[in-house]
């Protein structure tokens, strides 16, 4: 990773964006696949989908710079993203007009990027399968989305498909810490593995999460992590567990939880999903278990589609007032 000072300023998740194919920390199937189509100059229109941040967008920006020096850069390549209009006009106008003039600098084709492609209208879509026909000859596609389903099928069998799967930790740790020592930040086990959680494989969120982390409280801590993205304590789940299990008066579980989400800003959400982690490591009988885990699926679908947080943690505290009268569960240690 080379970084220079004009870069100081960016934000991390560019300022560390491999710039090389070498430097992606993942998926080498893909890259080595890539290469060896770029080393015999058989390139096929790509269609690259998955999750956020596990780079798509940088792969083939790396391949760009490795088949174009960085004066043809500009006038080979058209990179076309989520800011730019999604409709049928910007395919009849931008990039019919990229894709059907030939350029003098460089023989071979040129590269059209359309980044979170999922964006585009059918028509837009539609409109575009038959310039990939039309001017194989001078350009190549490159479709990025995170929903395959949102392609439509007559793209999706001009392309070659790669599934960027999401990070895994080992691959994402070793990176997590040389920026941390690039940056000198203070970085603790605990630290690592509450981004680790936070991430679900996403190295932008990791980054991201690492940066905001450094800049407010300088040392990243597991804890730190936690309160700068407004994610509840391990100590908070623990204080709502307990309550939620053994808190009789519903009135009172009501208001402590109420209390504690409004005095550390946390959301009901995100309550649930760290409650359900913990529920698997009490032993609850199946049928009791199974009957609490829908009620938890419901209220998040209901949290989903926009209705009341306080509606919603009155019903989660009520699923386990029910399952506690069906069998006594007694205090946990969740830590
Ligand atoms: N495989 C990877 N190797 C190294 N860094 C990565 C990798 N994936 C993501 N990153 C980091 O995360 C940032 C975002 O990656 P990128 O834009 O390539 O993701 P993406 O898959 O295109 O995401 P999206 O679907 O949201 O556009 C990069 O700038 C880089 O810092």
Known sequence: ??????????????????????????????????????????????LFYGPPGTGKTSTILACARQMYTPQQFNSMVLELNASDDRGIGI???????????????????????LDEADAMTNDA?????????????????????????????????????????????SQIVPRL???????????????????????????????????????????????????CVGHPLRSDITKIFNWLLTENDFAVCFQNIQDLKLAKGLALG?????????????????????????KMSDAEARLASGCSERIELAALIAAFQIARDQVQIGTTDTS
């Open 270 to 294: 995100d309550i649930l999903t760290e409650v359900h982690t913990i529920i698997q490591r009490v032993k609850l009988p199946a049928e009791v278990l199974v009957s609490l885990l829908i």
């Open 177 to 227: 810490k040389e920026v941390a020592a690039a940056e000198n930040v203070k970085l603790s086990e605990d630290g690592i593995k509450a981004l680790l959680a936070l991430s679900g494989g996403d190295m932008r969120k990791v980054l991201n999460t690492l940066q905001s982390t450094w800049l407010a409280y300088r040392d990243v801590t597991e804890d730190n992590v936690y309160t």
């Open 91 to 113: 395919v009849r106008g931008q990039i019919l007009s990229f894709a059907s003039t030939r350029t003098i600098f460089k023989a071979g084709p040129k590269l059209i990027i």
């Open 125 to 169: 879509q539609n409109a575009l399968r038959r310039i990939i026909e039309k001017y194989t000859e001078n350009v190549r596609f490159c479709i990025i989305c995170n929903y395959l389903g949102k392609i439509i099928p007559a793209l999706q069998s001009r392309c070659t498909r790669f599934r960027f799967a999401p990070l895994q930790q």
């Open 1 to 46: 990773m080379t970084v220079g000072e004009a870069s100081k300023n960016l934000p991390w998740v560019e300022k560390y964006r491999p710039s090389k194919l070498e430097e992606l920390i993942s998926h080498d199937d893909i890259i080595k696949t890539i290469n060896q189509f770029m080393k015999e100059n058989q390139l096929p229109h790509l």
